[in-house]
């Protein structure tokens, strides 16, 4: 009797980052353009960092055929460097982009260091969830103990908020030319001229 040898599981696809948004206008259509722009490394990386920014996640190609997609989308997440959060009024109405959210802070920490927002529409104070505004660090008190200590935080974020989509778009794709290169993008390559340090409460 043949005994049949198995092959090995294939490993884990690692991304480079993991896009979070609504399937709704505009959110998609800028989330798609930013994965595009991303993949095909027409955000210029800050040039201390020569490799490029791929792949990226986005759940309308990347996703395989899976009977629980809840597994899919949390091994992808597990997999990625950072998260992408489109942001609009759309958001906070959503539970899958909040779980995505909460589940990629919770396993980076508490922090949210590893996550670039896109303002799209509305102001950030109706399109930035209170999850994307806090986070958990480690402290010790009086007494040495260490102890979590949840703060307020500003993410890093882009406003592309334009009155049509296509100004958005276009807006969106003059960051390819920016020579805008702040140092403290220092801890990975999708810290480019695409996103600042403007803080979220901005309605710039």
Partial sequence: MTETVQSPAPSPVRYAAFISYRHLSPDQEIAKT??????HNRVRPDRRFSRNIRPVFLDTGELPTVENL??????ALDNSECLIVICSPNLPLSKYCMREISYFKKIHGGRISNIFTVLVSGTAE???PDILRSETRQT????????????????????VVSPTLRQSLRKLRKTESSSKAASSWKMHPVR???????????RT
């Fill in 126 to 128: 109706e399109s930035f």
């Fill in 140 to 159: 010790r008190d009086e007494n040495g103990q260490e102890r979590e200590e949840t703060v307020e935080v500003e993410p890093l974020f882009a406003n």
């Fill in 34 to 39: 930013i994965h595009k722009m991303l993949e």
């Fill in 192 to 202: 480019t001229p695409l996103f600042s340090t403007r803080p979220a409460r901005s």
């Fill in 70 to 75: 809840d597994d899919a989308i949390y091994q």
